[in-house]
């Protein structure tokens, strides 16, 4: 026994809370209740007689047959008169009954009526437990009254009736009911809590939880006799055992959601009989009166006992393989309500045989409260907030780990950036340094070129120029004695080669000149233009267009010289007096297209100049192009740039 009971200490600690917790609220509750003002008719001194139907108008004579009330009526009875005795010199004024617990009724002072309560001449449903019947009394009030009752075909309770004026009622329903209000305003709450942590977080737990809160609170609020002064309606008192089996299905989902893999098969099934029998529930209690009081007292009791049984072995084994603060909290807070819940089946349902041997030999269930039931529920509904507080406390706390990890992660992903954005930056900068490197050995490089196709020019036209020039002076001393006329005309000769001399070195002057300057590539194509029409006695017509900005000095140097070289070329090799010229942007590339009406090109090796040309458009991505026009030639330089125009 000490071996048990130290292996289930917290177990018993959390019952032992959960009573003293509920005993406390309870009593401080119930400690409100009082009855001041008002006074229980006792059923000793009742007396009853056969009735035929609702519709009698006045109450049998005093001499007929007469017999006392035991509590109940035969149920072979379906209508009956009660005469119930008043108490003498109350000395009240305005005095009422209160009567609980009977349905259709008529009530009577001798053959006077105050009070038709026939709902079934209205098609009413309603709870006889939770609608009562204020009857007003004449002042004085009488010995007695006539009460013609409709007999409970299920064997309902016997009728309950307090005497006081009505000042006197109200105030002992208000402090009644105040624990049923609070009760339903927390479990009420509590539901919407439930929604929004599911709104939040989509676990079915949630929404269970919920629907379980929501039946518990509606049933407390509408298990009270106080609503009745706001809303004097039947029907939500009527529909409150509808919420019994939907909180056992709701039940049977937290245990899935809490518990998985117990007993998963039975639990689903039953799910979905209790889902049915709900559903069943709900639509016979509005339109099939005989078939809601059937399937609430007599199908629900026996598949409510089965249903927390299976649970019950569910939460068990879940305990016994877990032993954690979730499978403790839901067992402690199961047993309470397990407990409550068959006190309240066997006390109110009707099951035949057994309810009645209940009420003779254990009397003290009915002196016990009457909304015990809401109680029970409160406190399983607290050791589901406590389970839930565990879960959402573990999960906050595993959220603040994988936080703290993440920033772990974080910072060391930063660092790790940070490590290779400094590298990045070195490597950068060394590439800078290699890039400028680069560009300077290429400007190096480009300015040796250079050198080397002027020396070239030099050679090729200056040079061949001089030869040229010396020859025809020989020629011209020879003859001058001779054939003078022949003579001067060789000296004419020499003069013009001397003069194109002159004018080739020029323009290897002022390309020197242009490399060490900023390019200025219109102005500079214009002053050529302008020196060969005058040296050449040629005419040149152009059209420049806008230029990429982003044009460097390789891409403007190769343009100019290329054009430079195809005038030299066409006036030179083709004996061109007529130029066009076409500069601007095609595409993503500057396009030079020159033409002239010269001797028709036949298509050769390139000289120095338009080779070196070549070399260079293809370094740059470009290409340069020497073709046959109608009649001269056409040479055209196409050097990509990608670049937006100025």
């Given at each position: 026994m000490n071996g048990f009971?130290?292996?289930?200490?917290?177990?018993i600690r959390t019952l032992a809370l959960l009573a003293a917790?509920?005993?406390a609220v309870g009593w401080g509750l119930t400690s409100l209740e009082k009855k001041d003002g008002t006074v229980t008719l006792p059923d000793d001194g009742w007396e009853w007689h056969p009735a035929d139907s609702l519709e009698e108008a006045a109450p049998p004579p005093t001499g007929s047959d007469w017999s006392s009330f035991s509590g109940t009526v035969d149920r072979t009875y379906r209508y009956y008169w009660l005469r119930v005795p008043l108490p003498e010199e109350s000395g009240l004024e305005n005095p009422y009954l209160w009567i609980i617990n009977v349905g259709s009724m008529k009530a009577f002072d001798e053959d006077r009526l105050l009070l038709d309560a026939n709902f079934m001449k209205k098609g009413v449903r309603l709870s006889a437990s939770f609608h009562w019947k204020l009857v007003p009394l004449p002042s004085p009030a009488p010995k007695q009254v006539y009460l013609l009752l409709r007999n409970s075909v299920s064997g309902g309770v016997s009728p309950w009736i307090d005497y006081g004026n009505k000042s006197a009622h109200v105030n002992r329903i208000l402090h009644e009911d105040m624990d049923n209000i609070v009760l339903g305003g927390m479990l009420l709450f509590s539901c919407l809590i439930s929604l929004g942590l599911y709104a939040s977080h989509r676990d079915k737990l949630y929404a269970y939880f919920a629907l379980l809160a929501f039946a518990g609170g509606y049933a407390s609020l509408v298990r009270n006799h106080l609503l009745q002064f706001f809303w004097n309606s039947p029907w939500p008192a009527y529909l409150q055992d509808v919420c019994m089996p939907w909180a056992t299905f709701a039940t049977l989902g937290i245990m899935a959601s809490l518990f998985p893999g117990h007993l998963t098969l039975a639990n689903r099934i039953l799910r979905v009989f209790m889902l049915v029998l709900s559903i069943a529930m709900t639509i016979s209690a509005a339109f099939f009166f005989d078939v809601y009081g059937f399937l609430g007292e007599m199908v629900y009791p026996p598949a409510f006992l089965f249903v927390f049984c299976i649970v019950f072995i569910s939460i068990f084994a879940a305990y016994k393989r877990r032993k954690d603060v979730e499978s403790v909290w839901v067992l402690a807070g199961f047993i309470l309500l397990l407990a409550i819940a068959l006190i309240h089946i066997l006390r109110f349902a009707w099951l035949p045989g057994i309810t009645d041997w209940l009420r003779a030999h254990i009397a003290w269930i009915n002196s016990l409260p009457f909304d015990l039931l809401f109680w029970g529920l409160f406190g399983f509904v607290i050791c589901l907030i406590r389970v839930i507080m565990y879960r959402y406390t573990a999960m906050n706390r595993q959220l603040t780990e994988w936080n703290r990890s993440l920033e772990q992660v974080v910072q060391n992903r930063t660092h790790e950036l940070k490590e290779r954005n400094e590298q990045l930056e070195i490597t950068h900068e060394r590439l800078a340094a290699t890039i400028r490197e680069t560009s300077e050995a290429l400007a190096e490089t480009i300015i040796l070129e250079e050198q080397h196709r002027i020396t070239g020019t030099i050679h090729d036209?200056?040079?061949?120029?001089?030869?040229?020039?010396?020859?025809?002076?020989?020629?011209a001393k020879r003859l001058l004695h001779r054939d003078r006329t022949l003579a001067e005309s060789k000296l004419e000769a020499s003069q013009s080669l001397v003069r194109r001399g002159l004018a080739d070195i020029r323009q290897s002057v002022?390309?020197?000149?242009?490399?060490?300057?900023?390019?200025?590539?219109?102005?500079?194509?214009g002053a050529l233009i302008r020196e060969t029409e005058k040296e050449a006695l040629c005419s040149i017509e152009c059209k420049i267009g806008k230029l990429p900005e982003s044009m460097s000095i390789l891409h403007k140097r190769i343009v100019f010289q290329t054009l430079q070289e195809g005038l030299a070329n066409g006036i030179r090799h083709g004996q061109a007096r007529f130029f066009q010229l076409s500069l601007g942007v095609s595409g993503d590339c500057v396009k030079l297209r020159l033409s002239n009406d010269g001797l028709t090109y036949v298509p050769s090796d390139f000289g120095f100049g338009l080779e070196e040309m070549t070399d260079r458009a293809a370094r740059l991505g470009g290409l340069l192009k020497v073709e046959p026009g109608t009649p001269?030639?056409?040479?055209?330089?196409?050097?990509?740039?990608?670049s937006p125009v100025l």
């Open positions: 009971l130290r292996a289930h200490v917290p177990l917790l509920l005993f036209a200056v040079g061949h120029t001089l030869t040229e020039t010396i020859v025809q002076l020989e020629a002022r390309l020197l000149k242009e490399d060490t300057e900023h390019y200025d590539l219109p102005g500079a194509v001269g030639c056409v040479i055209t330089l196409s050097l990509p740039v990608g």
